[in-house]
C-alpha cells in the first residue's frame, strides 16, 4: 500500500484525475438532487366516514363506528386507530406506522368495509374512505370573497382552481378542505304543507320520482341513427320550484308553494373567514420525487394565472407556502457554510502559519462537499434541512484528515526530507490511522442508518451524508494532500515568515509545557482514574435530570389557535367571538394572514406570520402577546400554539388518552377531575377534554299504538321527521356538468326550539292535519357532544399545550402522576399524536448509542489487533458527552435532550476517538522500538498535540455559526452545535491526560511488535 501511495506521489496526475472525476459527479449530482424540507417519509392515515342522517352519537357509536372499528383492526401496520361518533355521523381514523405502504393498507380496509357494509342500519350512507399519505403540505391556497357566498366560492375552486393546480408537474394533489359545495336547498315550511296537505315524506317522494338520471337509446335506421335524450331530471331553481306534487281536482300543487327553493351550502353548520373574506382552501401536496422550489416556482407561475382571470369579487391568495420556511433555511445554512469555511480557514492559518500550507486543507474542503453531494444523488437522497446540516458539520470533519497529513509532512520537512520524500514517509505512516479514524466515525453513524422509527426516518441522510463526507475526505487525504504538500510546501531551509516561525514557536512551548504537565498528572495515576470515573458517572446524573422533547420547536412562521365553544353554539353566536379573534390578529403586526374556521363545538385558526427578516419577535414572543390577548375574548376557550417542527406528527404538544370499559358518565367524571388537577399541579397553558357531558338533547317518544290507528308505521314518522330536519339528501341534479344534492329541510323558523317540532304533520284525516303531538311526548337530557374510541374501547383525550418552560416530558410525567391517582381500576392510559411520538422515540437512543460504540469498539480491535487498545480510546467518548450534557442539563439557551441533541452526541463519540487513535498508534510504535510505557504515551501525546488541538480548534470553530444561528430552523442547528463544541473542547482537554493514563493502567506490559515503523 505504501508503494501504491507513493506512486501517486510520483505522479501528480492521477489524483488530479480522480479529483475532477469527484468535481464532475458532484456538480451533475447537485443539479439533479431534489430539494425538499426534510427527507421523505410517509405518514398515512386512513379515514372512513360514514354518515348516518338524523341518527345520535350513542346509536351512531353501536351501529356503525364499532362495527367498523372491528373489523379494519385486522389491517396490516396500523399504529393505533380512533374513532368519534356524532350526531349524524361516525369518524374512524386508522393511523399508520411511519412509511408502511398506504396503498396496501387501504386495500384491506375496503375490504374489510364492504365486508361489513351489509351489517350497518337501513339509510346509512355509503362508507367514504380517504387517505392522506402525506401529512406535510407543501402549500395552502385561499380562494376568497366578500360579496360572494362560500358555496360558490366553493364552486369556483371545483371548477377551476383545483384542476389548474392539480396539472402542475410534481403536484400530487391539490384537494379543497372546506365542506363548502353548493347544493340545491329546499326549505320547507311546515304551515304551507298543512294548508296543502302534505307530508315530508311525500314531497321527498316527488323530488325522487319527478327528479332523475336516466338513458333512453338511439334509433336506427336502414342508413343512419340518432342518439336519443330526455328531460328527466331538473337542473336550475325554476324548474325545481315548478315541480309538481300533487295534483288536487284541477289545482297543481308545486314545489314552491310549500318550500322556498335556492341553491345554497350544502354544510350549514360551518364557516371559514380569511383575511380576504369568506374563503375555501386547497391543500397542495407534493409527488415523493417532486422538487420542492422548482414546484413552487410552477406553482406560483400557476396562481398568478388564476389571479388574472378571477371574476370580480374574487381573490386568490397564498395561504401558507412551505417553500418559505425552505428559502429562509436555505439561505441561513448557506450563510453557515461561507461562515464556517472562513473561520476554518483562519484556524488553519493561524496554526500552521504558512499561506502554501493552508493552500492544501482549502482544496480539500470544496472537493469533499462536492464529492459528498456526488455520493448523496447516488444513494438516492435530497437537499434537505437535515443533509444540509449534515454538509455544515463536514467542514470541521473534513479537513481534519488534510491537516493531520500536512502537519506530519511538515514535520518531516522540518528533518531536513525533500518534499517529496516527506510526503511519503508520511502518507505511509499516516494511512492505518487515517483509515481508522474513517472507520470510527462511519461506524458511529451506522447505528443511525439502521434504526427504525422517526429517528431513522428522518437522519439516515444525515447519517450516511456524514459518513460519506468523511470517507471522500479520507481518500482526498491519501491521494490528493499529500501530492499537493510535495509540490506546494517549500524545503524547511527556505526562507520562513514571521509569522510561521512566530506560530511555530507558540505551538512549540505549548507542546513542552504539556508534556511537563502530564508526566506530572501520570505521577498522579489515582487522581486521574478517579476523575474519569466521577465524569463517567455524571454522565448517568446530567443526562436524567435534563429537560427532554422530541425535538426544539423551531419558528416556522406559523401559528395555530384552536379552542372550545359551547355545545349550542350556533354559527351566529361564533360569528361574534370571531370578530374579536380578528381584532387580537389585526393588533399583531407580524401577522401576515389569517384564517379562521368554525365547526360545532370547536375553533381552528391559522396565522401566518411576515419573513423572519422582516420581524425583530420570535414565535414564541408573539404567542405569549397573542395568548394574553385571546383569554380576553369571551366564552371560548382559546389556546395559541406552534405547530410540530417534524414531519409524521401532528395536534396539539401533549395528546393524553384515557381509556377503558367503563360508562361514558364515569370517564367523563374521571377525565374531567384529572384535568381540574392537571391544570393547577401540572402548569398547562390550555388543558381541555373531548369528552364532556354538556349537549342538550330531546328524545321523541313515539306511541306505537296511536301511529298504528292511524294506519302509519314507525318507519313513516321517523322518515318524515328525517326529511323535514336531518338534513338528508334526496338525490341529485346536474348544473353545468356537474352534479350536486337536493336537500330538503324545514326552514329555520319553524326549528328554532325542540317543542315547534311537535307541530309537524305526520298525517292527514281528511282535511284535518294530524300533527306530531298526538303520536309522540318530548323527553330532554344532557349527552355526550361526542363518543370517542380509542383502540376500539372507549377513551376521551385530553388535548394540552404545557406553558412556558415546561417541556413535554414535564407535561406528560404530571400528567401520569395526577392519573394514577385518579383513574379507577379498568382504565389505562395511553398517548397520540405528538405525544406518542415522542414515547416511541424517547427510550431508543441508549441501547443504539451504546450500539454504536460496540461497532467502533469492533473496528478498532480489528485494526489495532488488541481489545485493550480500543478501550482505551474509547475512554475519551465519556468524557466528552459530559460536557455535552451538562450544557444540557444547564439548558443553556433552551437546549434539551432530544433528537437533534442525540444525533449530535453520536456525531461526538465519533469525532472524540479520533484523539485517542493519534495517541495510542503513536505510543504503539514507540514502544516497539524499544521506548518503556510511560515514555512512549508521553512522547506520542506530545506529538499528537499540534494536529489534535488544530483539528479540535477547526471543528469547533466551524461549529459557531451553528451556535449563532438565527431565523428559520435555527433551533435545530444550536443544539447540535452546543453538543459539537461543548463536548469537544471538555472532551479534547480530558482526553490529552485520561487517555495517556488509562494507557498506563490497561496496555500490556510486554508489546509484541506487529510492524514497527517510525513516526
Request: glycine share 8%.
Amino acid at each position: 500500500m505504501k508503494r501504491i501511495l507513493g506512486t501517486l506521489v510520483d505522479r501528480p496526475v492521477i489524483p488530479i484525475v480522480i479529483c475532477l472525476l469527484l468535481l464532475v459527479c458532484g456538480l451533475k449530482g447537485a443539479v439533479s438532487l431534489p430539494i425538499q424540507r426534510f427527507p421523505q417519509t410517509v405518514s398515512a392515515r386512513i379515514q372512513i366516514s360514514t354518515t348516518y342522517y338524523g341518527a345520535d352519537a350513542d346509536t351512531v357509536a353501536g351501529f356503525i363506528t364499532s362495527p367498523i372499528e372491528a373489523a379494519v383492526a385486522q389491517t396490516n401496520g396500523v399504529d393505533y386507530i380512533t374513532s368519534k361518533s356524532q350526531t349524524g355521523v361516525g369518524i374512524v381514523t386508522i393511523y399508520l406506522r411511519l412509511n408502511v405502504d398506504p396503498r396496501v393498507a387501504i386495500a384491506q380496509v375496503q375490504a374489510y368495509v364492504s365486508a361489513i357494509q351489509n351489517r350497518l342500519p337501513q339509510g346509512t350512507q355509503q362508507p367514504v374512505i380517504t387517505m392522506s399519505s402525506n401529512e406535510e403540505a407543501a402549500m395552502y391556497v385561499a380562494v376568497s370573497s366578500k360579496v360572494l357566498r362560500l358555496e360558490q366560492v366553493s364552486d369556483y375552486v371545483s371548477r377551476i382552481v383545483v384542476p389548474r393546480l392539480q396539472a402542475v408537474q410534481g403536484v400530487q394533489q391539490a384537494l379543497s378542505v372546506v365542506q363548502g359545495d353548493l347544493a340545491l336547498r329546499v326549505w320547507l315550511d311546515p304551515d304551507k304543507m298543512i294548508g296543502y296537505r302534505l307530508t315530508a315524506q311525500q314531497i321527498a317522494s316527488a323530488l325522487a320520482a319527478n327528479d332523475y338520471v336516466t338513458g333512453v337509446g338511439t334509433t336506427l335506421g336502414s342508413d343512419t341513427y340518432t342518439r336519443l335524450t330526455i328531460t328527466t331530471g331538473l337542473h336550475t331553481e325554476e324548474q325545481f320550484r315548478n315541480l309538481v306534487l300533487r295534483r288536487n281536482g284541477s289545482a297543481i300543487v308545486r314545489l314552491g308553494d310549500v318550500a322556498r327553493v335556492t341553491y345554497g351550502p350544502e354544510n350549514t353548520t360551518s364557516s371559514v373567514l380569511d383575511s380576504y373574506g369568506r374563503s375555501a382552501f386547497i391543500r397542495v401536496t407534493l409527488a415523493p420525487a417532486a422538487n420542492l422550489l422548482n414546484t413552487e416556482h410552477d406553482l406560483l407561475g400557476a396562481i398568478d394565472e388564476l389571479k388574472n382571470g378571477v371574476p370580480p369579487g374574487l381573490s386568490v391568495a397564498i395561504a401558507y407556502d412551505a417553500a418559505d420556511f425552505v428559502h429562509a433555511s436555505l439561505h441561513e445554512v448557506i450563510m453557515a457554510l461561507t461562515e464556517a469555511i472562513v473561520i476554518v480557514s483562519l484556524t488553519i492559518v493561524l496554526f500552521l502559519g504558512s499561506l502554501r500550507a493552508v493552500l492544501v486543507p482549502l482544496v480539500t474542503i470544496p472537493l469533499s462537499l462536492v464529492g459528498t453531494i456526488a455520493i448523496m444523488s447516488w444513494l438516492g437522497f435530497s437537499f434537505n434541512l437535515l443533509t444540509l446540516l449534515a454538509l455544515v458539520l463536514a467542514i470541521g470533519l473534513v479537513v481534519d484528515d488534510a491537516i493531520i497529513v500536512v502537519e506530519n509532512i511538515s514535520r518531516h520537512l522540518a528533518d531536513r526530507l525533500n518534499p517529496v520524500d516527506a510526503a511519503k514517509v508520511a502518507v505511509g505512516n499516516l494511512f492505518g490511522p487515517i483509515v481508522a479514524m474513517t472507520v470510527v466515525l462511519a461506524a458511529a453513524y451506522l447505528p443511525i442508518g439502521l434504526q427504525g422509527g422517526l429517528t431513522g426516518a428522518l437522519f439516515t441522510e444525515f447519517a450516511f451524508t456524514l459518513a460519506a463526507s468523511v470517507t471522500v475526505s479520507a481518500l482526498l487525504a491519501v491521494v490528493l494532500s499529500p501530492m499537493m504538500c510535495a509540490y506546494v510546501l517549500p524545503k524547511h531551509d527556505a526562507s520562513e515568515s514571521r509569522f510561521v516561525a512566530w506560530s511555530d514557536r507558540q505551538l512549540t512551548r505549548i507542546e513542552a509545557a504539556y508534556e511537563k504537565c502530564l508526566t506530572r498528572a501520570l505521577a498522579r495515576m489515582p487522581v486521574i482514574l478517579l476523575t474519569a470515573c466521577c465524569v463517567l458517572a455524571s454522565n448517568a446524573a446530567f443526562f436524567h435530570f435534563a429537560k427532554t422533547e422530541l425535538a426544539p420547536q423551531e419558528d416556522t412562521g406559523t401559528i395555530g389557535v384552536s379552542g372550545d365553544t359551547s355545545p349550542t353554539a350556533t354559527t351566529d353566536s361564533i360569528a361574534r367571538s370571531d370578530r374579536q379573534i380578528i381584532d387580537v390578529f389585526k393588533a399583531l403586526p407580524e401577522v401576515q394572514y389569517y384564517s379562521l374556521g368554525d365547526a360545532p363545538g370547536s375553533i381552528d385558526d391559522g396565522v401566518t406570520l411576515t419573513p423572519w427578516s422582516d420581524r425583530s419577535r420570535t414565535a414564541d414572543d408573539i404567542i405569549a402577546v397573542m395568548q394574553s390577548k385571546l383569554n380576553a375574548v369571551g366564552a371560548l376557550d382559546l389556546v395559541a400554539y406552534q405547530p410540530p417542527s417534524l414531519p409524521g406528527v401532528r395536534g396539539m404538544p401533549i395528546q393524553f388518552v384515557v381509556r377503558g370499559n367503563g360508562t361514558v358518565s364515569t370517564l367523563a367524571a374521571v377525565s374531567a377531575r384529572i384535568v381540574s388537577a392537571a391544570r393547577g399541579a401540572c402548569h398547562f397553558t390550555y388543558l381541555v377534554t373531548d369528552l364532556k357531558i354538556d349537549q342538550p338533547e330531546t328524545t321523541i317518544n313515539l306511541d306505537r299504538d296511536k301511529i298504528a290507528q292511524l294506519g302509519l308505521t314507525v318507519s313513516d314518522v321517523g322518515d318524515s321527521l328525517n326529511w323535514l330536519l336531518g338534513g338528508s339528501y334526496v338525490n341529485y341534479f346536474s348544473l353545468q356538468q356537474r352534479s350536486y344534492r337536493v336537500l330538503p329541510l324545514v326552514t329555520r323558523n319553524a326549528r328554532l326550539n325542540d317543542a315547534q317540532v311537535l307541530d309537524y304533520p305526520v298525517t292527514y284525516i281528511g282535511a284535518a292535519p294530524v300533527p306530531l303531538s298526538q303520536v309522540a311526548t318530548l323527553t330532554r337530557r344532557v349527552v355526550p357532544e361526542q363518543i370517542p374510541h380509542f383502540q376500539g374501547m372507549l377513551a376521551t383525550t385530553l388535548n394540552g399545550v404545557p406553558g412556558k418552560g415546561v417541556t413535554v416530558q414535564d407535561a406528560y410525567r404530571c400528567l401520569q402522576s395526577v392519573s394514577a391517582h385518579l383513574v379507577p381500576n379498568g382504565f389505562f392510559t395511553d398517548t397520540s399524536g405528538r405525544l406518542r411520538a415522542f414515547e416511541q422515540e424517547r427510550g431508543r437512543f441508549l441501547p443504539n448509542f451504546l450500539f454504536g460504540l460496540l461497532v467502533i469498539f469492533l473496528c478498532l480491535a480489528a485494526m489495532f489487533n488488541s481489545f485493550r487498545d480500543p478501550l482505551i480510546i474509547l475512554v475519551s467518548v465519556p468524557m466528552s458527552t459530559a460536557g455535552a450534557v451538562f450544557c444540557l442539563w444547564l439548558g443553556l439557551g433552551g437546549a434539551t435532550v432530544n433528537l437533534y441533541s442525540e444525533i449530535g452526541l453520536v456525531t461526538l463519540a465519533g469525532l472524540i476517538s479520533k484523539h485517542g487513535i493519534l495517541i495510542v498508534e503513536v505510543a504503539n510504535e514507540a514502544r516497539d522500538r524499544g521506548l518503556a510505557k510511560r515514555d512512549a504515551v508521553i512522547h506520542a501525546a506530545g506529538l499528537r498535540l499540534r494536529p489534535i488541538l488544530m483539528t479540535t480548534a477547526a471543528m469547533t470553530l466551524g461549529v459557531i455559526p451553528l451556535l449563532a444561528a438565527s431565523g428559520a430552523g435555527s433551533a435545530a442547528r444550536y443544539v447540535m452545535g452546543l453538543v459539537i463544541c461543548a463536548g469537544l473542547v471538555f472532551g479534547t482537554i480530558m482526553t490529552l491526560f485520561v487517555v495517556p493514563a488509562f494507557y498506563l493502567a490497561l496496555s500490556h506490559n510486554d508489546r509484541k511488535t506487529v510492524e514497527p515503523s517510525a513516526p
